[in-house]
């Protein structure tokens, strides 16, 4: 997996063999919704995370994998922001890889473990068309439930028991970026991760535990949706300090529609920019200085 590259033709091919426009920026046209967009009425088998594991492996043609892990929140007040992902996707390659030529990514679909029926999805770590074929097999269940809050940690969780990264062999994280407008979720329950994924667990699996391995890992950001469709307005507070225990501001970022492709490509090139600087500080003995 994770073989090609990006190109701005092959979205167009994509998207007109879909019966879907682009226009001169790159974008979907037209207006959709969340069920439109996504057109997947149960969990597509490619994305079933039961006992999977997701590589990311450098090879010739990606000699400096630059792994992403993108997961959208798919319950109900969502279906807004996800469809904008999926029209603005090629906006967003296009961008990156003009910046990043060895960026992978791998597309989540993330609900809610106490009770949604597909609370985690996960494509394949791809870097060319299959990005928006997977994405469009995403299922947007539309869930949720009365608990206030979803499990974006599953995306961490996730990224540590489920991924396989070469770039860790050079001393370098992947990206995490979730998506949502809720509180972020103390644990995730052990008897429906366990159900979900294949693993056995003990015990439930604690945000605070969890945050500590995964930063050895990846940079995580949540991209907190502020739009009139989501429920972000009324649960600020509460999402700026469950998020605010782990995340600082660089890491915790409130976007809207307008801003949320360009924020997204924005995570991914600055933190290159951070990982080329990081090289370029190599001490006498030829070791990086982190």
């Not at 998207?15 to 207006?31: E, F, K, L, T, Y």
């Not at 997947?40 to 090879?59: G, H, K, M, T, W």
């Not at 996960?122 to 995403?138: G, H, V």
Request: proline content about 3%; hydrophobic content about 35%.
């Amino acid at each position: 997996m994770g073989g090609g590259s990006w190109t701005r033709d092959s979205f167009k091919s994509y998207s007109s063999a879909r019966g879907m426009s682009v226009d001169s920026r790159g974008a979907i046209s037209g207006d959709y919704t969340a069920q439109e967009m996504f057109r997947q009425r149960r969990i597509a088998p490619e994305l079933d995370p039961q006992n999977v594991i997701r590589e990311c492996c450098d090879s010739e043609e990606h000699p400096n994998t630059k792994p992403v892990i993108l997961a959208l929140d798919v319950t109900g007040s969502m279906g807004g922001a996800s469809v904008k992902v999926a029209k603005e996707l090629n906006v967003i390659m296009t961008d990156l890889y003009e910046k990043v030529k060895d960026v992978e990514f791998l597309i989540m679909g993330i609900g809610d473990l106490a009770y949604d029926n597909a609370p985690i999805q996960a494509s394949q770590f791809e870097s060319d068309i299959r990005i928006a074929e997977q994405l469009d097999k995403i299922y947007f269940e539309g869930g949720g439930g009365g608990n206030s809050y979803e499990s974006y940690t599953a995306a961490w969780y996730f990224g540590l028991r489920h991924c396989k990264l070469d770039c860790w062999k050079r001393g370098e994280k992947g990206i995490i970026i979730t998506l949502g407008d809720e509180p972020l979720n103390p644990y995730l329950p052990k008897s429906a991760l366990a159900n979900v994924t294949g693993n056995k667990l003990q015990w439930d699996v604690e945000t605070e535990e969890l945050y500590k391995q995964v930063v050895d890992k990846y940079e995580v950001y949540h991209l907190a949706v502020d739009d009139k469709e989501t429920s972000y307005k009324w649960r600020e507070r509460e999402i700026k300090t469950t998020f605010g225990k782990y995340l600082d501001e660089n890491h915790l970022k409130v976007v809207n529609m307008d801003n949320l492709a360009s924020t997204i490509a924005g995570i991914i090139t600055e933190t290159e920019k951070n990982v080329l600087s990081r090289i370029a500080n190599t001490d006498e003995n030829g070791e990086i200085s982190w």
